[in-house]
């Protein structure tokens, strides 16, 4: 890549189509066949590489970590090949958030944006419900409270394995992954007025808590399911209320596109403002 221009002043309209006639000269040929100029430019590093184990000047430049007076700052503009900034989301948040008037452009990301952290926790909706219908289908009905108080997860998983070894990892990974979704969010909640000393979930925790039961230690699983929906609700609800047309990101809501007649779920095609939802219910 050959010297980019030198920084100068431009004074007149004469100097300023002298510089770009010249800046377009110095760029035209880098842009003409960017395969090319990207390759001629590794070519370049690894040859600086070479010359200087410890670093090299072009890596230095672009990382920032080069020291530089303000003569090599003028003839060189190493500012126009500096690394602008780390890509993450907060960058991209801090970005939307600049401009107010992109909330009307872009009405989904500013729910979305309102609700990303709580949205975090959804992931523990599935498995908190899929391991808690395994220990319906298992225990419902047939276990005394007593004896559910007393036998634990572990045990569960024992004698419902009945020494199959793929059994036994299927139904101890549903259990893990409940474990994990229950103990992130039960701090969390606040329904039901539970006491501050929640319970976490452990091996030898009692199957008791993993049954759905809107009174003693049934409550906690009651308060998590809730506090999850809620988020859910929550978030649709907000989303609905962005009129349709006016966000292409909703495009797909505005036809109906769902299977509906699930024996497992209700469904409700379409909301107030005409959006094509799926709605639906835990069965019990």
Not at 64 to 91: A, H, K
Not at 103 to 129: C, M, R
Request: aromatic residues 10%.
């Amino acid at each position: 890549m050959e010297k980019p221009l030198s920084n100068q002043r431009v004074t007149t309209s004469a100097e300023r189509e002298k510089w770009e006639t010249e800046f377009n000269d110095y760029i035209t040929p880098q842009i003409k066949n960017i395969n090319e100029t990207a390759t001629n430019y590794r070519k370049k590093l690894s040859e600086a590489r070479n010359k200087n184990q410890k670093g090299n000047l072009i890596e230095s430049e672009i990382n920032q970590t080069l020291v530089m007076d303000q003569r090599y700052r003028s003839e060189n503009l190493p500012n126009l090949w500096r690394t602008i900034g780390m890509i993450s989301f907060n960058s991209f948040r801090a970005y939307y958030m600049s401009d107010t008037t992109r909330n009307n452009d872009y009405p989904f990301l500013s729910v979305f944006l309102k609700y990303t952290q709580e949205l975090e926790l959804l992931e523990h909706l599935l498995p908190i419900v899929k391991f808690v219908q395994i220990l319906h289908s298992k225990l419902g009905y047939q276990l005394a409270r007593q004896t559910a108080g007393e036998m634990t997860f572990r045990k569960f998983i024992e004698l419902n394995s009945g020494g199959n070894k793929e059994i036994f990892n299927s139904l101890k990974t549903a259990f893990d992954d409940f474990k994990l979704g229950w103990n992130t969010v039960i701090s969390l909640v606040d329904r039901y007025q539970l006491p501050d000393n929640k319970p976490t979930i452990k091996d030898d925790s009692p199957v008791v808590l993993g049954l759905v039961e809107q009174k003693d230690s049934g409550i906690y699983l009651c308060a998590i399911l809730y506090h999850l929906v809620n988020i859910q609700n929550k978030f649709l609800q907000e989303v609905i209320e962005i009129p349709p047309g006016t966000c292409k990101s909703l495009k797909f809501l505005d036809e109906p596109s769902f299977g509906f007649g699930s024996s497992i779920s209700k469904t409700k095609p379409e909301t107030p403002n005409g959006y094509c939802l799926q709605s639906m219910y835990l069965d019990q």
